[in-house]
């Protein structure tokens, strides 16, 4: 006997003495045996934990001259165990037995891929088991294909009522056309919809849901094969912000313009009375205001609403909830930001002034300009996210005044995997940190950087009249990333490959134009990689791979 490679067939005959005289074999496995070239030299081969059942059925089957298949381990002279399967079935001659036919075929890889599916459907099964969140798979007519335990827990129901019943029995009609507008009533958008809806339980009453729910395709097809669900009970949350926002409302209605300081100001804008809140807000004694205008305190008279506050104070209207920046005198750096109301004074037809009421909103201001900035930037390399990206990429589509070429420039790592199998996610993590800074690096102040998730950065570029400035742009870009990245003690050299598309010549609408740019570079990862490529509409032939969808 000689070798066998892995997922490779033997064929064999043995004599009614149990020799083999015939063994068809072209692998790199050394069998069990040596040079033993009877059944019991490759028996001796077998896993101690299957040899007897082995030895059993091989004899009861061959008593009863009749086929038989088994799966066993057995191991190679050098001491690997490999999972085979052995099928044989009686050779006759004329009226009597005369050995046996058969085959020895290496199924290790299926009994691992087996095994790895067994594992994950008991991952699937503890997470959803024991997650309190309610998660749930229908199909495309809205039947429940599977249910959660928790829905027991919060809905009363337990998953076998639920399965095969239709979602929208159990949903407030009420609240299904905001359903459909998260998430497009046609299932379109295959991003994630967040919404807040009514589900009926079992006991009658309604539950409040915050739900997060995706459109599932067929990856093939791209048609939609159903709706994945994942809910939290928001009802005590939702109690209370009404109960909030109830009190606030009669907090208003009790106190009107009374918010922190109040104000008045002489017929020529200037300050005549400041009330002592200011003094316990901002630090400032009443007496120092007294005589200056409101534009001596703003810090940027441009703001959108210290503008509103000026336009209705010039024509003597009432204004209110206008915020600005302001400066504290005496405090040189320091912004504070206001909230004003007013509304003009007049005495027997007679104009005399503005009163009003303010509020330091400060606080309120910045988280507002921190969770903006959350919503539209990439929280480990401080780029910009595909929400503003696509915000930016309209607002150059609309903008008439510059005739120019923007190219959409999509950019993937070669080989940033490797990174992160060898190294781990924390070398990962600081590899697309300077990923970024490089990329900031090679373009103007003015263009924009931008990572959509994982290895993959998209940049918008101003390209004047010129196309070949885009080609030069991606030419810096791969220098840029082709240039060693030492992190700790390793140096790593990614590469990446660049699709380019371009506005207004491929189109206007910033989805199309990144599909585009991604088509681009599905196109130069085929061309070798570590180059870039330019869309053209052939890339789009539904005959060729290049129309993989835009990650």
């Given amino acids: 006997m000689q070798h066998i490679a892995s997922g490779s067939v033997i064929l064999w005959e043995l004599d009614d003495g149990d020799h083999f005289i015939f063994f068809d074999h072209d692998g790199a496995w050394p069998l069990p045996g040596g040079s033993d070239t009877t059944l019991a030299g490759w028996a001796a081969g077998i896993h101690p934990d299957d040899a007897?059942?082995?030895?059993?059925?091989?004899?009861?089957?061959?008593?009863?001259?009749?086929?038989?298949?088994?799966?066993?381990?057995?191991?190679?002279?050098?001491?690997?165990?490999?999972?085979?399967?052995?099928?044989?079935?009686?050779?006759?001659?004329?009226?009597?037995?005369?050995?046996?036919?058969?085959?020895?075929?290496?199924?290790?890889?299926?009994?691992?891929?087996?095994?790895?599916?067994?594992?994950?459907?008991?991952?699937?099964?503890?997470?959803?088991?024991?997650?309190?969140?309610?998660?749930?798979?229908?199909?495309?007519?809205?039947?429940?294909?599977?249910?959660?335990?928790?829905?027991?827990?919060?809905?009363?129901?337990?998953?076998?009522?639920?399965?095969?019943?239709?979602?929208?029995d159990y949903l407030h009609p009420a609240d299904l056309a905001a359903m459909h507008e998260a998430r497009g009533s046609d299932g379109a958008d295959d991003r994630s919809a967040m919404y807040n809806m009514r589900v009926r339980h079992k006991e009658g009453h309604w539950v409040w849901l915050g739900i997060n729910s995706r459109t599932l395709r067929d990856a093939g097809s791209g048609r939609s094969t159903g709706f994945v669900a994942v809910g939290r009970d928001i009802t005590a949350q939702l109690e209370a912000q009404r109960e909030l926002a109830r009190?606030?409302?009669?907090?208003?209605?009790?106190?009107?313009?009374?918010?922190?300081?109040?104000?008045?100001?002489?017929?020529?804008?200037?300050?005549?009375?400041?009330?002592?809140?200011?003094?316990?807000?901002?630090?400032?004694?009443?007496?120092?205001?007294?005589?200056?205008?409101?534009?001596?305190?703003?810090?940027?008279?441009?703001?959108?609403?210290?503008?509103?506050?000026?336009?209705?104070?010039?024509?003597?209207?009432?204004?209110?909830?206008?915020?600005?920046?302001?400066?504290?005198?005496?405090?040189?750096?320091?912004?504070?930001?206001?909230?004003?109301?007013?509304?003009?004074?007049?005495?027997?037809?007679?104009?005399?002034?503005?009163?009003?009421?303010?509020?330091?909103?400060?606080?309120?201001?910045?988280?507002?300009?921190?969770?903006?900035?959350?919503?539209t930037h990439d929280s480990l390399t401080g780029l910009c996210n595909r929400t503003l990206l696509e915000t930016r990429l309209r607002q150059r589509a609309r903008d008439r005044r510059a005739n120019g070429l923007h190219a959409i420039l999509f950019i993937d790592l070669d080989r940033f995997k490797q990174v992160n199998d060898t190294l781990g996610h924390k070398a990962g993590d600081l590899l697309l940190a300077e990923i970024a800074r490089r990329l900031k690096q090679c373009v103007r102040p003015d263009d924009t950087v931008a990572r959509l998730g994982g290895d993959e950065f998209v940049i918008l570029a101003d390209c004047g009249q010129d196309i070949a400035a885009a080609s030069a742009i991606a030419g810096k870009l791969l220098v840029a990333l082709n240039a060693p990245f030492v992190l700790g003690s390793h140096s790593i050299k990614p590469s990446a490959s660049i699709g380019i598309s371009i506005c207004p010549q491929d189109g206007i609408n910033p989805e199309r134009l990144l599909q585009d740019a991604d088509c681009a570079l599905y196109r130069a990862k085929q061309d070798g990689r570590e180059c870039f490529r330019f869309y053209h509409p052939d890339m789009r032939n539904p005959a060729q791979p290049g129309t993989h969808a835009v990650h």
């Fill in 247 to 375: 009190r606030e409302q009669q907090f208003r209605s009790l106190t009107s313009l009374s918010s922190d300081w109040y104000w008045e100001t002489g017929a020529d804008g200037r300050f005549r009375f400041l009330s002592d809140g200011i003094q316990s807000r901002l630090g400032l004694e009443p007496r120092q205001l007294l005589g200056t205008s409101m534009e001596s305190c703003a810090l940027d008279t441009s703001e959108p609403g210290f503008l509103a506050c000026q336009s209705s104070m010039a024509s003597r209207r009432p204004f209110r909830d206008a915020v600005f920046s302001v400066g504290l005198e005496g405090y040189p750096g320091v912004v504070r930001y206001i909230r004003i109301s007013g509304e003009p004074v007049f005495e027997e037809g007679v104009f005399h002034g503005y009163r009003g009421a303010t509020r330091d909103v400060t606080r309120e201001v910045r988280n507002a300009k921190t969770l903006e900035h959350m919503a």
């Fill in 52 to 168: 007897a059942q082995v030895a059993q059925l091989r004899r009861q089957a061959r008593q009863a001259n009749r086929r038989f298949q088994l799966d066993y381990r057995v191991a190679g002279s050098d001491g690997q165990y490999r999972h085979i399967r052995e099928t044989a079935a009686p050779r006759l001659r004329p009226g009597q037995p005369a050995g046996y036919a058969g085959a020895f075929t290496d199924i290790s890889e299926q009994v691992r891929s087996r095994a790895r599916l067994a594992w994950g459907e008991a991952e699937h099964r503890l997470l959803t088991q024991n997650v309190r969140d309610l998660i749930a798979y229908s199909d495309v007519d809205n039947i429940y294909q599977y249910v959660s335990p928790s829905h027991q827990e919060i809905l009363g129901y337990r998953p076998e009522e639920m399965v095969g019943t239709n979602v929208f």
